[in-house]
C-alpha cells in the first residue's frame, strides 16, 4: 500500500471545519464525531468505506481493554511510528493513561491538528505537549485503488 497525498488529505479534513460535533454522525457541514472526521476523510482521499462500523456509545472507549480504534485502522491504513508522524497522518489518542484509544485527529503540519471535539465541532488548534504525549497510534491514508479497466468485448 502507498500513501495517500498528505496535501490531499490535509485539504480534505479543512473541508470539515466548522461542522458540528455529532455523535456517531460523518455529514460534513452537518455533523460528526471524531470517528465521523476520518470516515468523512477516508471517503473524499480514498473511496468508499470499507469497514462497516457499528452503533457505539459514548462510553465505549471506558470499558475494555481491546484497543478496538487502532485494530481497525491497522486493517486498512499504514501504521507509522507516532515520532514519524506528519501532515495528512491520522493520529490516535489515549485520553487518560491506561484507557484504550478513543479520540481521532488528523495531523496538518507546524504542530496542528484537526479533530471533532464535543461542544466545539470540528477545529483546528494547536497539538500541545498535553495532545502530543496523548498519541498512542499514527496511521496514513492509502491511496485509492487504481480503476479497474473494463473488457472490451
Known amino acids: 500500500m502507498r500513501p495517500a497525498s498528505a496535501k490531499k488529505v490535509v485539504a480534505a479534513a479543512?473541508?470539515?471545519?466548522?461542522?458540528?460535533?455529532?455523535?456517531?454522525?460523518?455529514?460534513?457541514?452537518?455533523?460528526?464525531?471524531?470517528l465521523g472526521l476520518a470516515r468523512g476523510i477516508w471517503?473524499?482521499?480514498?473511496?468508499?468505506?470499507?469497514?462497516?462500523?457499528?452503533p457505539y456509545s459514548r462510553d465505549w472507549g471506558e470499558t475494555?481493554?481491546?484497543?478496538?480504534?487502532?485494530?481497525?485502522?491497522?486493517?486498512?491504513?499504514?501504521?507509522?511510528?507516532?515520532?514519524?508522524?506528519g501532515p495528512g497522518a491520522v493520529v490516535l489518542f489515549r485520553m487518560r493513561a491506561g484507557a484504550i484509544v478513543k479520540h481521532v485527529g488528523i495531523l496538518t503540519g507546524e504542530g496542528r491538528f484537526i479533530h471533532s471535539y464535543e461542544r466545539l465541532g470540528v477545529i483546528?488548534?494547536?497539538?500541545?505537549?498535553?495532545?502530543?504525549?496523548?498519541?498512542a497510534f499514527a496511521f496514513l491514508f492509502p491511496r485509492p485503488a487504481p480503476a479497474r479497466r473494463k473488457k472490451k468485448s
Do not use: K
Not at 473541508?15 to 464525531?33: E, F, I, M, N
Not at 483546528?124 to 498519541?135: D, G, H, Q
Open 43 to 54: 471517503r473524499e482521499v480514498v473511496g468508499s468505506e470499507t469497514l462497516p462500523v457499528p
Open 14 to 34: 479543512r473541508g470539515w471545519l466548522g461542522t458540528p460535533y455529532h455523535d456517531q454522525a460523518s455529514v460534513r457541514g452537518v455533523g460528526c464525531d471524531c
Open 64 to 85: 475494555g481493554t481491546r484497543e478496538v480504534l487502532a485494530d481497525s485502522a491497522a486493517r486498512v491504513m499504514i501504521r507509522i511510528d507516532p515520532t514519524d508522524a
Open 124 to 135: 483546528e488548534e494547536p497539538l500541545t505537549p498535553a495532545w502530543r504525549r496523548r498519541i
